[in-house]
C-alpha cells in the first residue's frame, strides 16, 4: 500500500515537497512514479525515479522545476517541486511499478489515494 501526503494551498513561485510511503518491505525493489490530474483532464505523468534511484525521469512540464528522490531504508519516495505554476493545481498520486520505471500509468501496480496541490496566482 501507499500513502501520499504533503499537498496543500500555495501561491505561484513556492515549493512543495509530496512523500509516497510504502508499507511493503520490498519497496526497494519498486521504481515509483509521480502522476497528476486536473479537473476535467485525464491522468498525465509528472516523473518517476528508478528502483535502484540511480535515473529519473520527467514529463517537458515539469523536469527543470521538480526532483525526485527515495529513501529505501524509510520505504519513502519524495516529489520535491519548485516554482511551482497555477497550471500545477492538480491531484497527484505516487504510483509502484516492479523494477523498471514506466510513462504509462497503465504499467503501475499500485497507487496511493492522492494529495491535493492548489497553486495560486
Known amino acids: 500500500q501507499l500513502e501520499d501526503s504533503g499537498g496543500g494551498l500555495v501561491q505561484a513561485g513556492a515549493s512543495l515537497r509530496l512523500s509516497c510511503a510504502a508499507s511493503?518491505?520490498?519497496?526497494?525493489?519498486?521504481?515509483i512514479g509521480w502522476f497528476r490530474q486536473a479537473p476535467g483532464k485525464e491522468r498525465e505523468f509528472v516523473g518517476f525515479i528508478g528502483w535502484r534511484a540511480i535515473n529519473t525521469n520527467f514529463a517537458d512540464s515539469v523536469k527543470d522545476r521538480f526532483t525526485i528522490s527515495r529513501d529505501n531504508d524509510k520505504n519513502t519516495a519524495y516529489l520535491q517541486m519548485n516554482r511551482l505554476k497555477p497550471e500545477d493545481t492538480a491531484i497527484y498520486y505516487c504510483?509502484?511499478?516492479?523494477?523498471?520505471?514506466?510513462?504509462?500509468?497503465?504499467?503501475?501496480?499500485?497507487w496511493g489515494q492522492g494529495t491535493q496541490v492548489t497553486v495560486s496566482s
Open positions: 504510483a509502484a511499478k516492479y523494477y523498471r520505471g514506466s510513462r504509462d500509468p497503465g504499467e503501475y501496480d499500485y
Open positions: 511493503e518491505r520490498t519497496f526497494s525493489s519498486y521504481s
